[in-house]
């Protein structure tokens, strides 16, 4: 009987290896994309209002900081015609709205890390004045 016990928990044993390793390569975090410091200028947009509705400017800024209290995303519209999207390195991430709201339809200068990815642009801000 405890042979057969033995057998029984060995054979367990066995049939549960891939699944360890699985949960192990699981675990492997990917390497993190490589950034490179910027300095942008552009605008601070209403993503929604400016691609739907095109938009923009001083009689909108009041709208662009109502919808970021809804969640709706802001970011660069950089003078190069690039859209820089804010991400965090905290984890979770947190929002960036909070940071951008006060500079709402307003042209900005930000220096920070930027990451290239798919045809996107993000970036975490380090530093982010009125321009």
């Known amino acids: 009987m405890l042979k057969r ?5 060995g054979a367990a044993a066995l049939l549960a290896l891939p699944s360890m390793a699985q949960a192990q390569d699981m675990m492997k975090m990917p390497k993190a994309p490589e950034g490179h410091k910027a300095t942008i200028t ?8 400016k691609f739907r509705h095109n938009l923009t400017g001083d009689g909108h800024r009041m709208c662009a900081q109502v919808c970021a209290d809804k969640g709706i995303p802001l970011a660069i519209l950089g003078s190069d015609g ?6 965090t390195d905290a984890m979770p991430g947190d929002g960036s709205n909070a940071q951008l709201k006060p500079f709402a339809e307003q042209k900005v200068r ?12 993000a970036v975490v801000i380090t530093e982010i004045k009125k321009a």
Do not use: E, Q, W
Request: glycine share 16%; hydrophobic share 45%; net charge neutral.
């Open 5 to 9: 016990t033995l057998m029984g928990v």
């Open 42 to 49: 552009g605008t601070v947009i209403d993503v929604s209002c």
């Open 82 to 87: 690039k859209l820089y999207m804010p991400i």
């Open 110 to 121: 930000i220096r920070g890390m930027v990451y290239d990815a798919g045809g996107a642009n």
